[in-house]
């Protein structure tokens, strides 16, 4: 993993989106599902450019469990500038609001069905995505689960199955998730912008680098084991 620490947030976003603009020039035509994470992830969009040639389907990494367009991340998606100016040059969009009557568990498998269904159909493609981190190290909609390692290993480590729906119970004041689980991060997402800021997340991401192997009492481990990352942060590393 390469870590660039840059104390000015606006030239790390800027980097960060380079990055991925990069990214997105080098592997141009080729299949792209690029899955962006919601909060400040969101800010990498505000520049990034798409061209008519590039091949990208577009989804979120991790979803909320809800009707409400203020919660649901892919509500929001829909809202900035770049989902608006790019939508009909996107090859794909893998809608993830939710459906009137649908239950947790149904949602999370149609989101984990699409992305299946993207893989299967893309099998030379790639999987590109943007990862925050809270300030309890958890990535995605992975919560920590260190009083409970059973219960975690099989919510979220279950090669079987991409996305998983779960009750986060008062780990977050999103509960009801769905959320792509460890072996997705570590085996499909080919490449991952991880995007951390704000010194309230300065001692999750000292226990990050410190890593043990261990994921369940701070998910972002995870990202050790994935295939290729880039660390932006504005926070200074010792």
Do not use: C
């Amino acid at each position: 993993m390469k870590a660039i620490v840059v104390r000015d947030k606006d030239k790390l976003r800027i980097l960060a989106t380079d990055s991925l603009q990069y990214l997105f020039q080098k592997n141009q035509g080729k299949p792209i599902l690029f899955l962006t994470s919601g909060g400040s992830s969101f800010s990498l969009l505000k520049n990034l450019k798409i061209s008519h040639k590039d091949n990208i389907t577009i989804g979120v990494l991790d979803e909320r469990y809800s009707l409400d367009v203020l919660v649901n991340n892919f509500s929001q998606l829909k809202e900035t500038n770049f989902f608006k100016k790019y939508l009909k040059q996107f090859n794909g969009v893998i809608d993830t609001t939710v459906k009137e009557g649908e239950s947790l568990e149904d949602f999370a498998e149609r989101i984990n069905i699409a992305f299946k269904n993207w893989k299967r159909n893309n099998a030379r493609g790639i999987v590109v995505a943007t990862i925050g981190m809270g300030s309890d190290g958890h990535i995605s909609g992975i919560m920590p689960f260190p009083e409970n390692e059973v219960v975690y290993e099989g919510l979220f480590n279950n090669p079987r199955n991409w996305v998983v729906g779960y009750d986060a119970g008062n780990k977050n004041q999103y509960r009801h998730r769905a959320t792509t689980t460890l072996p997705f991060l570590r085996n499909e997402v080919d490449f991952a912008i991880f995007y951390v800021t704000g010194e309230e997340k300065k001692q999750a991401l000292g226990v990050f680098l410190a890593d043990d192997r261990k994921t369940d009492d701070v998910p972002a481990r995870v990202i050790h084991q994935m295939k290729d990352v880039i660390l932006f942060t504005d926070i200074e590393i010792v």
